[in-house]
């Protein structure tokens, strides 16, 4: 099974939608981040968390919420999608000791 | 400047050639350094990480540091087709930034090893 997984896969929306984004890792890590990527523009931190407790801002949070359910756990909501969120998302987690990430397989985001 | 500052190629090479692959970074305090592997599509994947000036082998990867010079190199001995990929460089931020050091990320050199 895999270390990190991340639902749904695939998705399309419409402008105005709420949607929500799921991340579990069974790595035991404690933290654990969001990403989006876009062609050119490489992987952009949305947020990050340490542990439970501790969630912070990346370089690009604007119109992004977070919630750290449990340390497996974190999930990324679009309050009101729009198109320019259409990107691939991934997940990933590190260990507090050491700082190389481990990705979840990525969801491919939509928004018409 | 930024961060960190990849070729974004595309680098082709020919089967069985040493592919390199080159990072730079602004940082001296930089500490760690990753090298992470993407096809299209689909997700990064570390494929090394390196913290001490010098070469660590890992099967047909070589990491190169030099922190005086502040670059990093990925060497792919014996490139094959399965090779075609981007490769990210990732540094992370530096001690002084404590517990909340990240990962910055270059954009990525695709590479293309042609049969």
């Known amino acids: 099974d895999a270390d990190v997984t991340q639902t749904p896969r695939n998705r399309i929306t419409k402008t105005g939608k709420r949607i929500m984004l799921e991340c579990s890792q069974t790595k035991g890590h404690d933290r654990m981040y969001w990403y989006r990527q876009d062609p050119g523009l490489g992987l952009r931190l949305i947020y990050y968390?340490?542990?439970?407790?501790?969630?912070n801002k990346g370089e690009i949070s604007d119109g992004y919420s977070v919630s750290r359910q449990a340390q497996a756990k974190f999930s990324l909501s679009l309050e009101s999608a729009i198109p320019n969120q259409t990107a691939l998302y991934f997940c990933?987690?590190?260990?507090?000791?050491?700082?190389?990430?481990?990705f979840g397989p990525g969801t491919r985001l939509t928004v018409t | 400047q930024k961060e960190v500052e990849q070729n974004s190629g595309p680098l082709s090479v020919p089967e069985g050639a040493i592919a390199s692959l080159n990072c730079t970074y602004s940082?001296?305090?930089?500490?760690?350094f990753f090298w992470y592997r993407q096809y299209s599509g689909k997700s990064p994947e570390l494929i090394m990480f390196i913290y001490s000036n010098g070469d660590k082998e890992d099967g047909r990867f070589t990491a190169q540091l030099n922190k005086a010079s502040q670059y990093v190199s990925l060497l792919i001995r014996d490139s094959q087709p399965s090779d075609s990929a981007t490769y990210l460089c990732a540094v992370n931020k530096g001690f002084w930034a404590g517990n909340n050091r990240k990962l910055i990320w270059g954009l990525g050199t695709s590479l293309a090893v042609n049969p």
């Open positions: 940082d001296r305090g930089s500490q760690s």
């Open positions: 990933a987690t590190s260990d507090s000791g050491e700082y190389e990430q481990y």
């Open positions: 968390s340490f542990d439970v407790k501790d969630i």
